[in-house]
């Protein structure tokens, strides 16, 4: 009687840990071409840098605490607590590193 839950368990605790939000360094950038900044003065680009830089370092703080979330959530009550509230940011924050990486390239190449 002791081991009815054994299968239970081994199926469903996978199950639960691949549901949890990643580290932020784990996510990676969207791909965005530079030439949608083309455009832009150098600047304007370094200034558009610094704010995409600021929202990439917020996303990151909140990718980070939403994986520390499921991860407390997941070993307390066996529920990835942060996930399930919309905690994960990491299609934003993909997109974001995507941004400041295009952005990088404008400056690099054209200014």
């Known amino acids: 009687m002791r081991y009815v839950f054994l299968p239970f368990i ?3 605790l996978p199950l639960l840990a691949t549901s ?3 580290r932020a ?3 990676a ?3 965005v071409a530079s030439s949608d900044y083309q455009d832009l003065s150098c600047d304007e680009a370094r200034a558009l840098l610094g704010s ?3 929202i990439e370092n917020a996303l990151t703080r909140q990718q980070n605490n939403a994986a520390l979330g ?3 959530g997941v070993v307390l009550v066996l529920i990835p607590i942060g996930s399930l509230f919309g905690a994960d940011k990491s299609g ?3 997109i974001a590193k995507g941004e400041v ?3 990088e390239r404008r400056i690099t190449v054209g200014c």
Do not use: Y
Request: proline share 4%.
């Open 10 to 12: 081994a199926i469903i």
């Open 20 to 22: 949890c939000a990643s």
């Open 25 to 27: 360094s784990a996510v």
């Open 29 to 31: 950038p969207v791909a």
């Open 52 to 54: 995409k830089r600021d």
């Open 70 to 72: 499921d991860a407390a």
């Open 92 to 94: 934003e924050l993909a």
């Open 101 to 103: 990486d295009a952005l």
